[in-house]
């Protein structure tokens, strides 16, 4: 007896119904973020942590080296040994990285009850959150998440995009920064400024950053502004003294 052919629209429903993670991105700064666990995985949790400006307190009977540095140069604060359910209160995120799966569901439990989000790591049924796997170029987030089936092929589609957005995407977005607060200020038909916003992403620019072709990129500006644009005009949209 053949297998039962399923329609692909029928097959893309059900998929799109089956995801539930919403993407979005938080500001944690100057937030307080407890992580429970104090091994690599919480070690690796605590300096991305940091990186977004959170104010991270763990909690561990053990810490491994670096932690414990974070700890000493006061980066970091410890809570305790042992985790208590009061460890929670006022925080705005919370981080269950141990090795136990019993005293991880406690955490996710705890949390919730005050309303805190959660994240158990490996254990995607205790979590109000799973955290993608993410690459920046200044301003360039990009995140990419198999709403956590599969950590593994995350982490090949971001070394391939690493590969195709270079450092010079860095500088490419501090210049469309710059040129985008000054063509907003002149007085166009809205569609004449998408079209103009398109072509300069559509354009070689990144490429010539990334070989210090000033003069090309120059080039490319006076075409697309209408105006001619000089090697200064390019450093200074750059922001490059």
Same mark, same amino acid.
């Given at each position: 007896?053949?297998?039962?052919?399923?329609?692909?629209? $029928? *097959?893309?429903?059900?998929? #799109?119904?089956?995801?539930?993670?919403?993407?979005?991105?938080?500001?944690?700064?100057?937030?307080?973020?407890?992580?429970?666990?104090?091994?690599?995985? &919480?070690?690796?949790?605590? $300096?991305?942590?940091?990186?977004?400006?959170?104010?991270?307190?763990?909690?561990?009977? %053990?810490?491994?080296?670096?932690?414990?540095?974070?700890?000493?140069?006061?980066?970091?604060?410890? /809570?305790?040994?042992?985790? @208590?359910?009061?460890?929670?209160?006022?925080? *705005?995120? &919370?981080?269950?990285?141990?090795?136990?799966?019993? /005293?991880?569901?406690?955490?996710?439990?705890? &949390?919730? @009850?005050?309303?805190?989000?959660?994240?158990?790591?490996?254990?995607?049924?205790?979590?109000?959150?799973?955290?993608?796997?993410? *690459?920046?170029?200044?301003?360039?987030?990009?995140?990419?998440?198999?709403?956590? %089936?599969?950590?593994?092929?995350?982490? %090949?589609?971001?070394?391939?995009?690493?590969?195709?957005?270079?450092?010079?995407?860095?500088?490419?977005?501090?210049?469309?920064?710059?040129? $985008?607060?000054?063509?907003?200020?002149?007085?166009?038909?809205?569609? %004449?400024?998408?079209?103009?916003?398109?072509?300069?992403?559509?354009?070689?620019?990144?490429?010539?950053?990334?070989?210090?072709?000033?003069?090309?990129?120059?080039?490319?500006?006076?075409?697309?502004?209408? $105006?001619?644009?000089?090697? &200064?005009?390019?450093?200074?949209?750059? #922001?490059?003294?």
């Amino acid at each position: 007896m053949g297998l039962k052919r399923v329609p692909w629209d $029928r *097959f893309v429903l059900r998929m #799109e119904t089956q995801m539930h993670y919403y993407p979005i991105f938080l500001d944690i700064e100057q937030r307080k973020v407890v992580v429970v666990g104090g091994g690599s995985v &919480a070690e690796r949790k605590v $300096r991305n942590l940091l990186e977004y400006g959170a104010e991270v307190s763990v909690i561990a009977q %053990k810490l491994t080296s670096s932690l414990r540095q974070l700890v000493e140069k006061g980066t970091v604060s410890v /809570l305790g040994r042992k985790f @208590k359910a009061s460890h929670l209160d006022g925080a *705005f995120l &919370a981080v269950a990285a141990t090795t136990d799966a019993l /005293l991880n569901r406690k955490v996710a439990e705890e &949390a919730r @009850k005050r309303g805190v989000l959660v994240n158990a790591v490996d254990q995607p049924e205790e979590c109000d959150f799973i955290v993608p796997s993410i *690459f920046r170029r200044g301003d360039l987030l990009i995140a990419i998440s198999t709403s956590g %089936k599969s950590p593994a092929l995350s982490k %090949k589609i971001r070394v391939g995009l690493e590969k195709e957005f270079g450092q010079e995407y860095e500088s490419f977005l501090v210049l469309m920064g710059s040129l $985008r607060k000054e063509i907003l200020k002149q007085q166009m038909p809205q569609d %004449k400024r998408r079209r103009m916003f398109q072509r300069l992403v559509d354009s070689e620019i990144p490429e010539k950053i990334k070989k210090g072709d000033w003069k090309g990129i120059s080039a490319i500006l006076t075409g697309i502004l209408g $105006r001619q644009i000089s090697k &200064a005009d390019v450093l200074n949209y750059l #922001e490059i003294g």
